[in-house]
C-alpha cells in the first residue's frame, strides 16, 4: 500500500540554523500539507500546497518558513532560522482529491532546536 | 472558523470492553468530513475511520464505530472489544475546505 514517507525521522539542531524537511507524498497525489504537533499539544495546521503554489498558510507560517516541490517526488518544509519553540514533531500530508478526500500522513520528524 | 472539542483528556478500559471517545465540532458549512486519527507512543498519525456528512448512515470499520449526528454536531468514536494495542491518543479532526482542524485528543489506555 502506498504511504508518505518523510526524512529524517529526528533532526536535532541549533538555534539560528536552517533545517529542511523532507517528504515524499503518495505519488498521484496532488495536494500537499505540512503540520506540527508540539509536545503534548495537539495537531496544527502549517500550509497546504498545489500546482506549486501555497493555497493556504497558517499564522505560524511565517517568513521563516518556506515550501517547495523541487522535483516530481519530493516536498520539503524549509525554516531559515531555528528557534526553540519551533522544536516540535512536523508532519507531512497529502490527498489525491481537492477539499473533503482523505489526508494521509507520514510518520513525523521530531525536530529539537537547542 | 471550525472548532473541534474533545472533553475527555484521558480514559481507561479494560481489555476486551468497549469504550467511547466523544467530539463535538462547530462549523457553518453544509459539505465536510470527519475522522478520527490514532496516535500511537511512536507518534506517527493512523487513520481509524472517516465519515461524510452528507451520508446519514454511521461508519464502521471492523472494531470501530462512529455514532455521527450531524444535528447535534457530535461524532463520538466506539471501540468495541478493545485490545491492549489500542493504547493511544485519538484525535478527532474536522475538513471543509482544505486544512484539517484537529481537537486536543483523548488519552486512551486499555487495561490487561
Known amino acids: 500500500e502506498p504511504e508518505v514517507t518523510q526524512t529524517p525521522s529526528h533532526q536535532v539542531t541549533q538555534m539560528g540554523q536552517e533545517v529542511i524537511l523532507r517528504c515524499v507524498p503518495i505519488s498521484n497525489h496532488l495536494y500537499f500539507y505540512w503540520y506540527r504537533q508540539i509536545l503534548g499539544q495537539k495537531v496544527e495546521f502549517l500550509v497546504s500546497?498545489?500546482?506549486?503554489?501555497?493555497?493556504?498558510k497558517s499564522e505560524i507560517f511565517d517568513d521563516q518558513f518556506s515550501v517547495e516541490r523541487p522535483d516530481g517526488s519530493n516536498f520539503t518544509l524549509k525554516i531559515r532560522s531555528t528557534k526553540l519553540e519551533d522544536s516540535a514533531m512536523y508532519f507531512c500530508?497529502?490527498?489525491?482529491?481537492?477539499?473533503?478526500?482523505?489526508?494521509?500522513f507520514g510518520p513525523g520528524t521530531r525536530l529539537t532546536v537547542l | 472558523a471550525q472548532t473541534v472539542t474533545q472533553s475527555q483528556p484521558e480514559m481507561s478500559v479494560q481489555e476486551a470492553e468497549t469504550v467511547t471517545l466523544s467530539c463535538t465540532y462547530d462549523?457553518?458549512?453544509?459539505?465536510?468530513?470527519l475522522f478520527w486519527y490514532k496516535q500511537p507512543p511512536s507518534r506517527q498519525m493512523i487513520l481509524v475511520i472517516r465519515?461524510?456528512?452528507?451520508?446519514?448512515q454511521n461508519a464502521t470499520e471492523n472494531r470501530f464505530s462512529v455514532n455521527f449526528q450531524k444535528a447535534a454536531k457530535s461524532f463520538s468514536l466506539k471501540i468495541s472489544d478493545s485490545q491492549l494495542g489500542d493504547t493511544a491518543m485519538y484525535f478527532c479532526?474536522?475538513?471543509?475546505?482544505?486544512?484539517?482542524?484537529f481537537g486536543t485528543g483523548t488519552r486512551l489506555t486499555i487495561i490487561p
Open positions: 465519515q461524510e456528512a452528507y451520508k446519514q
Open positions: 500546497f498545489y500546482n506549486n503554489e501555497i493555497s493556504e
Open positions: 479532526a474536522f475538513v471543509g475546505n482544505e486544512k484539517l482542524t
Open positions: 500530508a497529502s490527498r489525491l482529491a481537492p477539499s473533503t478526500d482523505t489526508q494521509y
Open positions: 462549523t457553518s458549512e453544509n459539505n465536510y468530513y
